[in-house]
């Protein structure tokens, strides 16, 4: 029941998603900070990257409330020297994510990679074998670039059906077992099933749901993280 709901609100959220801005803003913002301080001379920091959606781009969400703000204040909290740039962009796909890894690369040479993406990619049709294949090179990309990937996994609409339900979503387990990186299988485990989780178009997580996305993050981006030196 619960992966139900959430398929549906996927449904409706993915088209809400490409009308938003706040993501862009999100990025313009956080990325030249983080590249300052990844490239500066004082104390180079190693860089998390997340590329991702309107979930992770804080869709609907006041400045600086989504869970990727807050991973970047619990890193700070606990003392492990990371900086954070969000480079999630509402509507994205992983045909976008794919076309910008490598300017990201290059700019921030970063230590970790969260991707969060493939749920547009079921509203826009894209072939199942399409997604896979930008997900893969997303992630290729990453280690060739030396970046430990961290893969957020996502389920899409029944209205595809079952077959296509089951695959896609097994597709992040593939990739996963594929290049030996560390998966999420839901994002947003435990806010599916609860209506006040949710925005008022029941589509995006609240600001009081944001914890709960980190700490379904947390526990697999944890054990990649050192503290006071890069890869």
Do not use: C
Not at 55 to 61: D, K, N, P, Q, T
Not at 108 to 131: Q, W, Y
Not at 185 to 207: N, S, V, W, Y
Request: charged content about 15%; proline content about 8%.
């Amino acid at each position: 029941m619960v992966k139900r709901s959430l398929k549906v609100r996927l449904v409706s959220s993915g088209v809400a998603a490409l009308k938003a801005t706040l993501g862009a803003v999100v990025l313009a913002t956080t990325l030249p900070l983080a590249a300052h301080a990844a490239n500066s001379p004082e104390a180079p920091k190693p860089v998390i990257v997340v590329l991702g959606d309107s979930i992770s781009a804080e869709y609907g969400l006041p400045h600086d409330t989504g869970w990727v703000a807050l991973m970047r204040q619990r890193l700070a909290s606990e003392r492990i020297d990371y900086s954070v740039a969000n480079a999630s962009i509402s509507g994205d796909t992983t045909s976008g994510g794919r076309a910008r890894m490598p300017e990201l690369m290059q700019r921030l040479k970063p230590s970790i990679v969260i991707v969060e993406l493939g749920a547009n990619d079921a509203l826009r049709g894209v072939p199942l074998a399409t997604t896979q294949d930008n997900l893969r090179t997303i992630i290729e990309q990453a280690q060739q670039g030396h970046a430990k990937v961290v893969l957020v996994g996502m389920y899409v609409p029944p209205n595809y059906g079952p077959d296509y339900t089951q695959k896609f979503h097994g597709l992040y387990g593939e990739l996963a077992k594929e290049f030996q990186v560390p998966l999420v299988p839901f994002l947003l485990a435990g806010i599916a099933d609860k209506p006040d989780m949710f925005q008022a178009d029941q589509l995006h997580p609240t600001q009081q749901a944001q914890p709960v996305l980190l700490n379904n993050v947390w526990p697999t981006l944890k054990p990649l993280l050192h503290t006071g030196s890069s890869h």
